[in-house]
Structures are given as structure tokens and as C-alpha cells.
């Protein structure tokens, strides 16, 4: 997918980072310090499968410890290498300090492909793979919390954190141990969900500023735009799903590794995404839509927002001129080159970078490590209690009406909605659309505020860096 003569993903993200600390006030020894990945252990192992020993290879890359635990997803796929291991496990330093999450950063994979393996077997392989880390403190809740990410998800963490706790059966927070756990595992309400709602409150802030919306010459709110999104997995469908059921986009077309789907009028996504869960996660045969077999082409098609969704590098020295796309939102890690970005800057698109656009995932994951820890769901103490007051207002309010015989009465529906306690779920939500209102406003703030300041990217890095640098300091480095 990379052109050659690109650099690797992390040269790339080396490379963006280079362009922020140029415009920073830092000793070359803490830039340097910050900017390389501090280690990363290799581990390959043998699990007997269908009669024969099998050697799987696999990563866990730690790029910074100015805070622990450090934080970051593992992957399955079969083109996991150190290199993308080490680029992704920055992104999450940059990603935590920029949400503020209290985390340094990390990232794991596994050279497999999930899809050869049955469901037993792959239990077999994680459980393995999760005893090579957690017996190295890898995987522990006060220093190293993976959660999902490409080709993993709960039923993955559910058997990591159940290892843990096999081999350390008296470790009473052995459940914050990872994160993205099924609710019944110790999971959190919402984190399924929780980086394509992040994308959705992402592009929700962005609208919110016509100054932001002007520099993309787009205007009015997201109602009715064009999205095209590469990628229905976890994130990309989510995304999709909500911005076009709750927002009123209009997604034209989506891409997946078998071709793309189009239609002007916008895709039913739910109807899509069930078709593919019907057929094996393939586009092909849809009834409802026009199937592309070139997927990667619909990227240049004309719409208001692109959400590139899947992986890192599609968009490339090779194709990056022929994006029109004025908006695009990095629902993935790395899914431009660092030379892509360079052009689609120079054609004035305004790209909300990575680091921020898909931070919902580890934000509710630290909300969920936040629960284990509190060994109690959010919520639970105050639900009642604020129902209780709720009701004795619209009590009095009613009291009121009658007694003094004003006559009024409530709109349609309201006293239901205020008289209910917020659950787990409508917590979870606040506290991630706060989070990414807070961190958009504070990228937006160097962007707008520092003239030598292009991009969004630019601004997130600055933002990130400083206060890794500030953690950095305090400890006296
Ligand atoms: N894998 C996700 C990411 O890249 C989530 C990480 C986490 O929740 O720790 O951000």
C-alpha cells in the first residue's frame, strides 16, 4: 500500500512529531528522550494445534513511562511487524496526554490471522501469548493495560484478564489488568462503541466552530454532508451508524477489502453491516447499492468528509492529489503517509488528526480501569438520589400550577426525561463528549492562537508533547 521512497509508519509519525517539536522551547536531550520508543519485547511461542506445534511471533512495544500504567490495544493481524507496533504505541502517548488520560504509551500485536483459527483455538493462542507478557509484567493493571484493537475485542480481553487472574489469583484489581472486557467480564457499558462515538463528538465539536468548518469551506452543521468511510469493522461502523442515524449525513459509500458501496442517497449502515455479518465481511452481492470492486479508488470520490477507518498508509504519495475530500477524520492510526499529508495541507484540506479523532476507545478504557479499581459501576451510589431530586421539583412545580391555579403543564415528555437517574451508559457518554470537547478545544486554541501553526496535527503534537515534557520535568529529567 506504501509507495516506495515513503518512510516507515514510524519513521512517519517521527516525522510529524519533528514538525511540532520544531515550533517547542525543548532541550534536544528531552525531545530525543520523548520521541524514541523506550522498549520493545519479542516473543515467539508453540501451541499445539491440529497435531502439529505452531510458532506464533508476537509484540509488546512500551514507547513511554512518564506515566504507568501504560496504555495501548493489541492486534491481530498478519502484518504486524515491530516497526507498526512501535509507531502505534506513540500514537498512544501522544493520544493519552492529549485526552488526558493518565497513561503512557504502548501497543501489542500478533503476527495471525484470526480468521484461519476456530474459536477454541484462538482461545488457546491468547492465553499463551497473555502468559508471555503478564509473566514479564507486560500485562498487569498498575503498568501495562492492553485493550482491543484490529482483530481482537472482548471475547479477547475477557480471556487475557481471566489468565491474569489465573496466575495471580490474589491480586484483588486483576480485572484492570486490560480493557474492553464484555460487560459481564467487568467490562464498562459503552466502550464497544466508544471510538466511533468518539469520532461522531469529534466531528460534532468541529462543526461547532464556523472558523474551523470556513478553512475546509464547508458551512452550516453536519446534517445532509457526504461521508464516505473505508473500513465497517468496530470503529468505521460506528461511526457511520451514528452520524447517519443521529446527525443526518448522508454516507455514500463505504469501503471494505472486497470493493466499496455506493449510493448518493446514503447506505442504510445497519442494513450493510448485517449483510456482511451474513456473508463472511464481504460487500460483494449487496442488493441495495452499487458494488465497486476497486475499493481503494472510491477514496478520490467527491464528499464533504472522509473517515478512513481500517488502516495505516492508504492515503499515500500515490493517491493523496486526487483526494477531494475538504475534510478528513482519522478514525484509524496512521491512514496518512506523512508525505500525503503534506500535499492534502498544500490543497487546503483539514485533516483532525489520529491521535485525537479516535481517542474515544482509550478514554472509556480508562473509565472502565477507574471501575475496577473502584471494584463498584458508575453510577450506582447517585442514580436514585438525583432521581429523588428531580422528582421533588417537578412535585413542587405541579403543587404550584394547581394550587395557585396558574394552569401550566409540562411539555410532552419531559417528566419522564428528567426524573431519570443518568446510568452507566449516560455517564460513560458525558464523560467521553467531554473529553473530546476539552481536548479538541485545546488543539484548536494553538492553532488558531500560534501563526506558525498549519494544522490540527501540528497543534495536537504541540499540546501532547508539552505535557509529557511537563510530566518529564517534574520528575526531574
Ligand atoms: N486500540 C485502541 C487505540 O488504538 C484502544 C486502546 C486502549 O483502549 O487502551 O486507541
Redesign the pocket.
Known sequence: MRVSGEPSFRESVDLMFNRAAKLMDLSPGLEQKIRVCNSTYTVRFGVRLRGKIETFTGYRSVHSEHMEPV???IRYALSVNQDEVEA?AA??TY?CALVETPFGGS?GGLCIDPRQWDEHELEQITRRFAYELIKRDLIHPAQN?????MGTGEREMAWIADQYMRMNTTDINGRACV??KPPHAGGIQGRVEA?GRGVQYALREFFRHPEDMEKAGLSGGLDGKRVIVQGLGNVGYHAAKFLSEEDGCKVIAVIERDGALLDPKGLNVEDVRQWMNRHGGLLAGYPNAKHVADGASVLEEPCDILIPAAMEGVIHLGNAVRIKAPLIIEAA?GPITFGADEILRRKGCVIIPDMYA??G??TV?YFEWVKNLSHIRFGRMQRRAEEARSRLLVEELERLSSDQGLGWSLAEGFKEKFLQGSDELALVRSGLDDTMRTAYQAMREIWHGRQEVEDLRVAAYIVSIGRVAATYRSKGL
Open positions: 496504555k495501548g490495544g502505534l500514537l498512544m493520544k501497543k493495560v492492553p485493550a482491543p484493537d480493557t474492553g471510538t492510526n479516535n481517542a476507545g482509550v478504557s
